[in-house]
């Protein structure tokens, strides 16, 4: 039996990303930092719930000594996201960003991943096949967004691709310091979800398909990766 902990999984692609893997035959922890939402998805997903803030250390150790005691971890997918928002539909860019909305957005999207893989990497270490997926996105690419040909090129925000390239540097890190464990950048696509005020030109069930895909790889699946839907991305 493999179970998963998915951080942000009351709603969008971590969601999604439960119900494609409950259906996967995983047992899966749906966490939420809001204890109604995240218990009502959790009922309605047939999963378990646990309360974790990502950026709450102890929400966050909290969680892992309730699922040691139920009996440990297989995979943990750090989904939990956050893009501050200028407005409604832009982030600050390079000419309006300060220091303390960098803080915010990597408070959330970067430090919410170490602070959450710090914790559950003593339940990890104890699987016999343990996965770490990070959900980063297209816009951690350095090379796509310094390339003018390519479509994420125009992206003006700075703090949102900044942690979620912080982010590339953590599954390059940690992959090499735990070769034992398969942990990869997963980038799901232009998905239509609260994070983008539903903007986004695919479906939930199309954008968590390669998360759910790299959940599952074996020991002898990559490590130390960035992918989409279609294979192996640039950094
Ligand atoms: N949508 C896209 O096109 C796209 C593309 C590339 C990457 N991504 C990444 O995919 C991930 C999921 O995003 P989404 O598109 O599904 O957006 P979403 O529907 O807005 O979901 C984001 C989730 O993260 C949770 N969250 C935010 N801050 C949190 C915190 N401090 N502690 C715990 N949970 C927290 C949210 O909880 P609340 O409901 O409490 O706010 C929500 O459950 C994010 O990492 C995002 O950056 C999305």
């Given amino acids: 039996m493999t179970t998963t902990l998915i951080t942000g999984a009351n709603k969008g692609l971590g969601h999604e990303t439960a119900r494609q893997l409950i259906a996967a035959g995983h047992t899966v922890y749906v966490s939420a930092r809001d204890a ?3 218990r009502r998805a959790a009922e309605q997903l047939g999963a378990r719930f646990v309360l974790l803030d990502v ?3 102890a929400t966050v150790e909290a969680a892992a000594k309730t699922i040691a005691a139920d009996g440990g971890l297989d995979v943990l997918i750090n989904n939990a996201g956050t893009a501050s928002r200028a407005d409604a539909h832009s982030e600050p860019t390079a000419a309006t960003v300060t220091a303390d909305q960098m803080r915010d957005t990597f408070e959330t999207n970067a430090f ?12 990890l270490q104890r699987s016999a096949a343990p996965v770490v ?4 996105g297209g816009l951690a690419s350095l090379t796509n967004l310094s390339a003018p040909e390519s479509p994420t090129h125009f992206y003006p925000g700075v703090a949102y691709p900044a942690s979620k390239t912080a982010v590339n540097m953590l599954t390059v890190q ?6 034992d464990m398969r942990i990869n950048s997963v980038e799901p696509g232009f998905i239509k979800t609260d994070l983008n005020d539903n903007t986004g030109t695919q479906s939930v ?3 968590a ?3 759910v895909r790299m959940a599952q ?4 699946g990559p490590t130390g990766g960035y992918f989409d839907a279609n294979g192996p991305l640039p950094w």
């Fill in 174 to 179: 940690y992959a090499k310091a735990f070769p």
């Fill in 55 to 57: 950026t709450d250390d």
């Fill in 36 to 38: 109604e939402r995240g």
């Fill in 112 to 123: 919410g991943v170490v602070r959450v893989t710090h914790a559950f990497l003593p339940l």
């Fill in 133 to 136: 997926v990070n959900v980063v």
């Fill in 217 to 220: 790889i074996g020991p002898d």
């Fill in 205 to 207: 069930e199309e954008g």
């Fill in 209 to 211: 398909e390669v998360i």
